[in-house]
């Protein structure tokens, strides 16, 4: 009996001393320690009820005087619940307290025939619930201690009762093992699926928050850090599907590897199991430097390290977390239920590279596609330029010089020939009309005055000549405070300008224009071109507005925005803003 009083006292300090110890689960421990207190007031409540049909032959003044100390000890019970600063160690001692407390009254109420008797079995599955199967062997380990202790003194049963209640006790303490364990594990996997869900949607915000992939990985490894609490982690991505590290990210207590390093990382047992399996956790020292080798590795020493990989339609590279969880030991569901987190992650992150990746090759795409519309500009208007330079040097001064040979000859012949003079008269107007068509042509195609004074003065000369022809009744606003956004943007905003100009003479048919332009929001420069004209549904399809897909492109092209905003009937309106330059 010496010998399983001390086996089982053994059993009991371990036990409870990693109890008190164990800090996880507080506020969920506290509020199971409350439920308990009220159970253990109602137990010691229906004492006094008991008690009263007791066989005459127990001295009642030592009856009351342990049930008193029963009560008392649930008030202690009671006390400590409330204002405990470690609930764990108050666990440990109430249900060791309540053995003793069910114990002393046996001992004075009639041994293991005491109506108490049975509530060692409450005791037994109340620690089984609590704390799991371990724990509630342990105490009903203790509770057949004191039922023989019982027997050998106070006695009150056969053998037969003896046995009978501790196989009671040993079942209860299994069967509410069992039945704790499977809730246990469903409260964790549920919290487990919790948490995961928690991560992808904090992942999804990251993501989308994101400025470009390096700060995406960052927060990726962040999150992974608070889920996963670890010493540090990083994020290895190879070029392609080879093993060339592209680019790392570090998080925690981790200092970056070489590019050596994170190559052999990479070439790695563990890695290339990783790449296989999805995720591969190694809890021993000497295991880890096997499989993970590296200097880099070696540096780290961990005790835990956990690779998982990260694959979307190629391998992409690795997660890696050192010194992760919470114990240096765990067990299989709990690295179950850890893979579980770590591939969801790896999963995200996959798909959010590989978005990143599409949308950085995307930007560069249309960096390459506004270089080229660029350069396609710059030749339209070199090309521009050079027909305007051949109208004025060959056939504008050509042209000049017949129309004064005209104008000469009309003089010279007025009085000989009535007749030829009006001929002439004729031809000459005719030849004055071309020359300003000429001069009016090589404006459009490259006006001096923008090259010259900018975009503003260029701007009252194209309004004046719309207005001279009497094509248009324009209304001109600008503010002249704003500086200049430079030639390239003075040279934007003057051909969407004359598109807008010419799109409402001459598809919708307007009779009056009005110009607005000047500083707009913030470091920007505003125009907007507004007609009364026939309008068009801006969203309907259209193949025939290209000049509207003209005017865009090169608003973009110079880093502006452009808007166009159009009803049937109530006319159009063009907007394009360009920003400053700093």
């Keep these: 009996m010496e010998s399983s009083a001390r086996r089982t006292a053994t059993r009991l ?81 109430t249900t060791l307290g309540d053995t003793v407390a069910v114990a002393a009254m046996c001992f004075v109420t009639g041994g293991i025939g005491s109506p108490i008797f049975p509530v060692f079995l409450l ?151 990783a790449n296989r399996v999805g995720c591969v956790i ?42 992760h969880g919470r114990d240096a030991v765990s067990s299989a569901e709990e690295e179950e239920e850890e893979s579980g987190v770590l591939g969801a992650v790896a999963e995200e992150a996959a798909v959010a590279i590989e978005n990143a990746k599409l949308g950085a090759a995307l930007v560069e795409a249309q960096a390459r596609s506004r270089e080229l519309l660029r350069r396609v ?17 060959r056939m504008g001064k050509r042209f000049f010089e017949f129309y004064y040979d005209v104008r000469l000859l009309q003089g010279m012949s007025v ?43 260029a701007l009252k000369e194209f309004v004046t000549g719309i207005a001279a022809r009497g094509e248009l009744a324009i209304t001109l606003s600008v503010d002249e405070s704003g500086p200049s956004a430079g030639p390239q943007a003075d040279l934007m905003l003057f051909r969407v300008l004359q598109e807008a100009v010419f799109n409402a003479r001459k598809h919708a048919a307007a009779k009056r224009v009005w110009i607005e332009f000047g500083p707009h929001a913030g470091r920007q420069l505003r125009l907007v071109v507004r007609d009364d004209g026939c309008g068009f549904e801006p969203d309907a399809p259209n193949p025939g507005h290209y000049g509207l897909l003209y005017m865009k492109e090169r608003a973009e092209a110079c880093g502006g925005k452009f808007a166009v905003r159009s009803t049937p009937r109530r006319g159009t309106e063009i907007e394009v803003t360009v920003p400053l330059p700093r």
């Design 282 to 323: 190694l809890k021993d020292a000497e295991e880890i430097r096997r499989r993970a080798r590296g200097e880099w590795i070696e540096r780290l020493a961990p005790e835990r390290l956990a690779i998982v990989a990260v694959r979307g339609t190629t391998e992409l590279g690795v997660v890696v977390l050192v010194d």
């Design 13 to 93: 300090r371990r036990l409870f001393r990693r109890l008190a110890a164990d800090g996880r689960d507080e506020q969920d421990r506290r509020r199971a320690e409350r439920l308990v207190q009220w159970l253990r007031w109602l137990a010691v409540g229906s004492w006094a009820w008991l008690i009263r049909g007791i066989a005459p032959g127990f001295d009642p003044w030592i009856v009351h005087g342990v049930y008193g100390g029963a009560l008392a000890y649930a008030a202690v019970c009671d006390v400590l619940v409330r204002r405990s600063s470690s609930i764990g160690a108050t666990s440990v001692l």
């Design 415 to 457: 009085d000989r020939d009535p007749a030829g003079s009006e001929i002439l008269a004729r031809i000459t107007e005719s030849a004055r009309e071309c020359a300003a068509e000429i001069r009016t042509l090589m404006d459009d195609l490259r006006p001096s005055v923008l090259d010259d004074f900018g975009f503003l003065e």
């Design 123 to 273: 005791s037994v599955l109340a620690t089984a619930i609590r704390f799991g199967m371990a724990e509630a062997f342990a105490i009903a380990s203790l509770d057949v201690l004191h039922a023989t202790l019982l027997y050998a003194t106070v006695g009150g049963g056969r053998s037969s009762d003896l046995a009978r209640g501790v196989f009671y006790l040993y079942f209860v303490a299994l069967m509410g093992g069992l039945l704790s364990g499977e809730a246990r594990r469903q409260h964790r996997r549920a919290v487990s699926e919790r948490e995961r869900a928690s991560l992808l949607l904090s992942l999804n915000r990251q993501i989308i928050a994101a400025a470009d992939l390096s700060e995406l990985l960052a927060r990726i490894l962040a999150e992974t850090l608070r889920v996963v609490p670890s010493r540090g982690a990083c994020i290895l991505l190879r070029r392609g599907g080879e093993g060339v590290p592209e680019r790392l990210v570090t998080a925690g207590d981790l200092a970056p590897p070489s590019r050596a390093e994170a190559e052999a990382l990479l070439g790695s047992d563990a890695v290339l199991e």
């Design 377 to 393: 500009i710059d030749a339209e208007e070199a090309e521009r330029r050079r027909i305007a330079g051949e109208l004025h040097d």
